[in-house]
Every structure is written in C-alpha cells, then in structure tokens.
C-alpha cells in the first residue's frame, strides 16, 4: 500500500529550525524520508545536526534577510535539484502591554514572523512556479506556522498576535494565487507547545489558569505537533489549501 504521509523524493525547508517545533518538524520530515534544509540564526544548535547525512542541509542566517534568503533557496536548488516545500516557522517574542511596547519591539517581531515568512514564501514560490511551469514537478506545499493569537489576540503580545494574524492572510492570498499551479499554501495554528518560546506562560504564575482553558487539560509536545505539518505537506492533503488548521487541545475553537 502506498503511504500518502512519506515525503520521499521531497525537498523541504524549514525556517527556525535549530530547536523546538522546528527542530521536530525537520527530524519528522527525514523520517518521512524527505531532504530537509534546517534555516536558523543560531549556529551552535544546528551545528549538533548530522553533517554527514547527504540529505541533510543547514544554513545560518537571519530569515529577514533578503539576500541571505535569496542565495540560501539558490544553494538548495543547487544541491538538490528542485524544491518541495517550505515551513515558515521562526520566531521570536518581545512581550510588552500595547501602551509601553517600544518600535523595536514591534518591528523585530514583524521582522522575523511576517516579512520573514514573505521573503521565504517569495523565494521559494519563485522556483515552485518555475518549476511547475517547466514540467520539472506537478506543485509544492508551503507551512506558514501560525498561533490562536493570531485568531484571538494574546495579553502582552500585540506583535506577535499582529504578526500571526498576518500570516493568515498571507496563507490565504498565496493561495488563491498559486493553487491553479497545484502550489498549496496552508497555516497550522498552534496553542501552547512544550518550546523554550513558551517557558514563561506555562510557568507557575500563568500554568493553572491556562491549563483550565484547554479542554485537553495539557500542553503540546512539539513531536505530536509537527504531524499535521508534515501531513501538509504530503499528497495526503493535496486538496487542501487556504486553510488554517488548529492544533491546540481545544484552547481555541472555532465555526
């Protein structure tokens, strides 16, 4: 039986994936038998990756970055031939109340979560279409790593929520314009996931009251998390694009 989950033959970005929900999603995406590009700005954790597996490739830089991000989809195609998939996941928090949140707050937020993920999606999109349109492969998948703050607004975080918020956007407007070329574009909306990104909330000043609100009564494990990311991108879900799917226990539900 043919199994519609493996990524075999598939080439896969993967944007923050030094730790955490990308680190998961790049070990997933190897298992499922895929080429997995790890992007990160943090060297030192990438550099724990096995730099001998020759499906394997890691590359150290700022997502915001437009020549970096341009030069690093180059390199991909080089190695590899041709490109898959993308998941933009990196991130960073800068937590303030709106009315004392700083610019720099702000912008460094948008920086990595929206243009990030813009310039990624232009990169990558570029060569999926070229591809597409020169017969090389039938489409692509694309992975913008949401949040229910970006659905729901978060207390301390209106950067972030904002951030995520546009995401959905960008989701929704890609696909509309690539999906005739069979390049799918979806978002996973995260709840609360076990990542160093979330240390403070499930701490103990905010644990109880956060527990209470998921009908699961748990956090995520960033291992269980990253399956409906990889399902995205397999010819498991090769109709479905323009949507957010939620993965959060119940914290937000929605019609």
């Not at 409906?228 to 929605?254: E, K, R």
Request: aromatic letters at 6%.
């Amino acid at each position: 039986m043919r199994n519609l989950m493996s990524l075999e033959g598939k080439t896969i970005i993967v944007t923050g994936a030094a730790q955490g929900i990308g680190r998961a999603t790049i070990n997933l995406a190897r298992e499922l038998g895929a080429n997995a590009i790890a992007i990160d700005l943090n060297g030192e954790p990438l550099a724990s990756y096995d730099a001998s597996d020759p499906k394997l490739m890691t590359m150290i830089g700022s997502v915001s970055d437009e020549s970096f991000t341009t030069d690093a989809v180059d390199k991909v195609v080089e190695r590899f031939g041709s490109i898959h998939g993308l998941v933009n996941n990196a991130g960073i928090t800068r937590p303030a109340m709106a009315e004392k949140m700083t610019l720099s707050q702000w912008s460094s937020v948008l920086d990595v979560h929206l243009t990030g993920a813009f310039l990624w999606t232009q990169a990558v999109g570029r060569i999926l279409l070229r591809q597409v349109k020169g017969g090389e492969v039938n489409g692509g998948a694309i992975i913008n790593i949401s949040s229910d703050a970006g659905r729901a607004g978060a207390v301390g975080q209106i950067n972030y929520a904002a951030a995520k918020s546009g995401l959905l956007g960008m989701t929704m407007t890609t696909a509309k314009e690539w999906s005739k070329f069979g390049i799918r574009t979806n978002s996973v909306c995260f709840g609360v996931v076990e990542t160093p990104m979330t240390e403070t909330i499930r701490g103990e000043k905010f644990r109880d009251g956060i527990l209470a609100r998921i009908p699961m009564g748990r956090w995520a494990l960033p291992e269980e998390v990253v399956q409906p990311v990889c399902f995205l991108l397999s010819d498991a879900a090769s109709y479905i694009t323009g949507q957010h799917l939620a993965v959060n226990g119940g914290f937000h539900i929605s019609v």
